[in-house]
């Protein structure tokens, strides 16, 4: 018997985005700085480093940033505002 081929339901690993919303995969913390998704960030009044997912901006111009807490915590959504960095890479030993 001959395997049906899988379909993708989403365009994008973390889902399609609403009608009423848009999601953007790269944020600019600074000047210099932009967050892509995977890229761990600092956040205001938290510990550890958090992985930015995506941007998403309403239609009505409220906004928020999906991140994933340290320690695979699950999804956490923050204003914009209230990232302060992009925390340093850590790598092991060679």
């Given amino acids: 018997m001959a395997t049906k ?5 989403r365009q994008h690993q ?3 985005a609403p009608a009423d919303r ?3 995969y790269t944020y600019q913390v600074s ?7 995977g890229t761990p960030i600092k956040l205001k009044g ?10 998403t901006v309403r239609k ?10 340290p320690n695979g ?3 956490f959504s923050v204003r914009p505002d209230q ?12």
């Fill in 22 to 24: 848009t999601y953007h």
């Fill in 5 to 9: 081929k899988r379909t993708k339901k």
């Fill in 73 to 75: 915590g699950g999804w």
């Fill in 46 to 55: 938290r510990r550890g480093d958090w992985i930015f997912i995506r941007h």
């Fill in 14 to 16: 973390y889902g399609d």
């Fill in 31 to 37: 000047e210099r700085k932009i967050a892509e998704t």
């Fill in 83 to 94: 990232i302060t960095k992009l925390a340093p890479v850590r790598r092991g030993r060679k």
């Fill in 60 to 69: 009505d111009g409220s906004e928020w940033v999906d991140t994933l807490a």
